[in-house]
Protein backbone atom coordinates (compact mmCIF):
# COMPACT_ATOMS: atom_id res chain seq x y z
CA UNK A 1 0.00 0.00 0.00
CA UNK A 2 2.77 2.32 0.42
CA UNK A 3 4.27 1.41 -2.66
CA UNK A 4 1.51 2.72 -4.10
CA UNK A 5 1.01 5.80 -2.43
CA UNK A 6 4.07 7.01 -3.18
CA UNK A 7 4.05 5.78 -6.97
CA UNK A 8 1.01 8.15 -6.70
CA UNK A 9 2.60 11.08 -5.12
CA UNK A 10 5.74 11.06 -7.11
CA UNK A 11 3.23 11.05 -10.44
CA UNK A 12 0.68 14.05 -8.93
CA UNK A 13 4.34 15.91 -7.78
CA UNK A 14 5.44 15.05 -11.75
CA UNK A 15 2.81 16.06 -13.08
CA UNK A 16 2.65 19.60 -11.43
CA UNK A 17 5.97 20.21 -12.63
CA UNK A 18 5.02 19.21 -15.99
CA UNK A 19 2.11 21.61 -16.02
CA UNK A 20 4.58 24.96 -14.76
CA UNK A 21 7.08 23.80 -17.29
CA UNK A 22 4.53 24.12 -20.04
CA UNK A 23 4.38 27.42 -18.68
CA UNK A 24 7.52 28.17 -18.73
CA UNK A 25 8.63 27.16 -22.11
CA UNK A 26 5.72 28.07 -24.12
CA UNK A 27 4.92 31.47 -24.15
CA UNK A 28 2.64 31.17 -26.84
CA UNK A 29 -0.19 29.46 -28.43
CA UNK A 30 -1.10 30.03 -32.37
CA UNK A 31 -4.16 28.36 -34.40
CA UNK A 32 -5.72 28.62 -37.52
CA UNK A 33 -9.33 28.70 -38.43
CA UNK A 34 -9.57 28.38 -42.18
CA UNK A 35 -13.26 28.39 -44.71
CA UNK A 36 -14.94 29.26 -47.93
CA UNK A 37 -17.68 31.02 -47.77
CA UNK A 38 -20.29 30.97 -50.59
CA UNK A 39 -20.73 34.80 -51.19
CA UNK A 40 -18.63 37.39 -52.35
CA UNK A 41 -15.59 39.09 -50.52
CA UNK A 42 -17.31 42.64 -49.99
CA UNK A 43 -20.27 41.00 -48.17
CA UNK A 44 -17.91 38.69 -45.92
CA UNK A 45 -16.04 42.03 -45.10
CA UNK A 46 -19.29 43.87 -44.57
CA UNK A 47 -20.42 41.40 -42.12
CA UNK A 48 -17.16 40.83 -40.34
CA UNK A 49 -16.40 44.11 -39.89
CA UNK A 50 -19.90 45.65 -38.79
CA UNK A 51 -18.87 45.19 -35.35
CA UNK A 52 -22.94 46.38 -34.37
CA UNK A 53 -23.66 42.54 -36.16
CA UNK A 54 -20.89 40.83 -33.80
CA UNK A 55 -23.00 39.17 -31.08
CA UNK A 56 -25.04 37.54 -34.30
CA UNK A 57 -22.10 35.35 -35.30
CA UNK A 58 -19.62 35.31 -32.62
CA UNK A 59 -19.93 32.82 -30.24
CA UNK A 60 -20.51 33.14 -26.65
CA UNK A 61 -19.81 37.10 -27.38
CA UNK A 62 -22.72 38.83 -25.19
CA UNK A 63 -21.85 42.72 -25.51
CA UNK A 64 -19.86 45.06 -27.87
CA UNK A 65 -19.41 49.18 -27.01
CA UNK A 66 -16.98 51.33 -29.32
CA UNK A 67 -14.39 52.73 -26.76
CA UNK A 68 -12.63 55.05 -28.85
CA UNK A 69 -11.90 55.57 -32.50
CA UNK A 70 -14.16 55.11 -35.70
CA UNK A 71 -15.44 52.19 -37.20
CA UNK A 72 -12.77 50.57 -39.14
CA UNK A 73 -10.04 52.62 -38.16
CA UNK A 74 -6.66 51.30 -37.06
CA UNK A 75 -6.30 52.27 -33.39
CA UNK A 76 -9.82 51.75 -33.10
CA UNK A 77 -10.37 50.01 -29.39
CA UNK A 78 -13.76 48.15 -28.47
CA UNK A 79 -15.03 46.57 -25.34
CA UNK A 80 -16.24 42.34 -25.57
CA UNK A 81 -17.57 41.07 -23.18
CA UNK A 82 -17.96 36.94 -23.19
CA UNK A 83 -20.09 34.95 -21.69
CA UNK A 84 -18.08 32.25 -19.15
CA UNK A 85 -18.45 28.90 -17.57
CA UNK A 86 -20.97 28.19 -14.27
CA UNK A 87 -22.29 31.72 -14.76
CA UNK A 88 -19.07 33.46 -13.03
CA UNK A 89 -18.88 37.24 -14.16
CA UNK A 90 -18.03 37.45 -18.17
CA UNK A 91 -14.95 37.59 -19.46
CA UNK A 92 -14.01 41.31 -20.74
CA UNK A 93 -11.35 41.82 -23.64
CA UNK A 94 -10.34 45.01 -25.24
CA UNK A 95 -9.83 44.46 -28.59
CA UNK A 96 -7.54 47.33 -30.54
CA UNK A 97 -7.35 47.39 -34.36
CA UNK A 98 -3.86 47.14 -35.51
CA UNK A 99 -4.32 46.65 -39.31
CA UNK A 100 -7.22 47.36 -42.35
CA UNK A 101 -7.09 46.96 -45.66
CA UNK A 102 -10.68 46.68 -47.14
CA UNK A 103 -11.26 43.96 -47.88
CA UNK A 104 -8.59 41.41 -47.88
CA UNK A 105 -7.17 42.61 -44.52
CA UNK A 106 -8.29 42.62 -40.88
CA UNK A 107 -6.11 42.74 -37.60
CA UNK A 108 -6.40 43.02 -34.02
CA UNK A 109 -4.81 42.85 -30.42
CA UNK A 110 -6.90 41.63 -27.64
CA UNK A 111 -6.35 42.12 -24.29
CA UNK A 112 -7.92 40.41 -21.02
CA UNK A 113 -7.24 40.18 -17.38
CA UNK A 114 -5.68 36.38 -18.21
CA UNK A 115 -4.36 36.71 -21.81
CA UNK A 116 -3.34 38.60 -24.19
CA UNK A 117 -3.22 37.81 -28.18
CA UNK A 118 -3.59 38.65 -31.83
CA UNK A 119 -5.62 37.52 -34.45
CA UNK A 120 -5.17 38.17 -38.57
CA UNK A 121 -7.77 37.61 -40.76
CA UNK A 122 -7.58 37.44 -44.50
CA UNK A 123 -9.86 37.03 -46.85
CA UNK A 124 -9.23 35.86 -50.57
CA UNK A 125 -11.87 36.27 -53.24
CA UNK A 126 -12.53 33.42 -55.72
CA UNK A 127 -15.42 34.54 -57.61
CA UNK A 128 -18.36 34.48 -55.49
CA UNK A 129 -16.87 32.67 -53.14
CA UNK A 130 -14.60 33.79 -50.32
CA UNK A 131 -12.11 31.78 -48.62
CA UNK A 132 -11.48 32.87 -44.70
CA UNK A 133 -7.76 32.18 -42.86
CA UNK A 134 -7.33 33.38 -39.33
CA UNK A 135 -4.64 33.40 -37.66
CA UNK A 136 -4.97 33.63 -33.71
CA UNK A 137 -2.12 34.28 -31.49
CA UNK A 138 -2.22 34.02 -27.79
CA UNK A 139 -0.12 33.89 -24.38
CA UNK A 140 -0.93 33.73 -21.04
CA UNK A 141 0.01 36.31 -18.25
CA UNK A 142 1.23 33.95 -16.24
CA UNK A 143 2.47 30.40 -16.06
CA UNK A 144 -0.77 28.83 -14.88
CA UNK A 145 -2.65 30.50 -17.91
CA UNK A 146 0.57 30.02 -20.68
CA UNK A 147 -0.12 26.25 -19.55
CA UNK A 148 -3.77 26.01 -19.51
CA UNK A 149 -3.56 27.83 -22.79
CA UNK A 150 -1.43 25.20 -24.31
CA UNK A 151 -3.11 22.37 -23.15
CA UNK A 152 -6.85 24.00 -24.69
CA UNK A 153 -5.17 25.02 -27.60
CA UNK A 154 -7.85 22.43 -29.50
CA UNK A 155 -10.88 24.19 -27.69
CA UNK A 156 -9.91 27.56 -28.77
CA UNK A 157 -9.69 26.67 -32.05
CA UNK A 158 -12.85 24.98 -32.17
CA UNK A 159 -14.59 27.64 -30.51
CA UNK A 160 -12.98 29.80 -33.23
CA UNK A 161 -14.32 27.87 -35.76
CA UNK A 162 -18.00 28.27 -34.39
CA UNK A 163 -17.72 31.43 -34.89
CA UNK A 164 -16.81 31.62 -38.22
CA UNK A 165 -19.26 28.97 -39.50
CA UNK A 166 -22.25 31.22 -37.84
CA UNK A 167 -20.56 34.55 -39.86
CA UNK A 168 -20.62 31.68 -43.37
CA UNK A 169 -24.46 30.60 -42.70
CA UNK A 170 -25.39 33.90 -41.98
CA UNK A 171 -23.52 35.34 -44.84
CA UNK A 172 -24.95 32.22 -47.37
CA UNK A 173 -28.64 32.33 -45.71
CA UNK A 174 -28.57 36.01 -46.92
CA UNK A 175 -27.48 34.87 -50.19
CA UNK A 176 -30.46 32.54 -50.70
Do not use: C
Not at 39 to 68: C, G, N, Y
Not at 107 to 136: H, Q, R, V, W
Not at 144 to 172: A, C, M, P, T, V
Request: cysteine-free.
Amino acid sequence: MKKILALLLIIIFSSAIAFVALGIFITEVEYENNLEINAPIDAVWDLLTDHSRSTEWMDQLEKFELLEGEHQRVGTKMLLEFESAQDQKPIRAIETITEIEKPQRFAFDMDTDLFTGNTEITLESKGNKTDLTAINKVSGKSVYWRSLLFLIKGHLQSQSQISYDNLKHILEKQKG
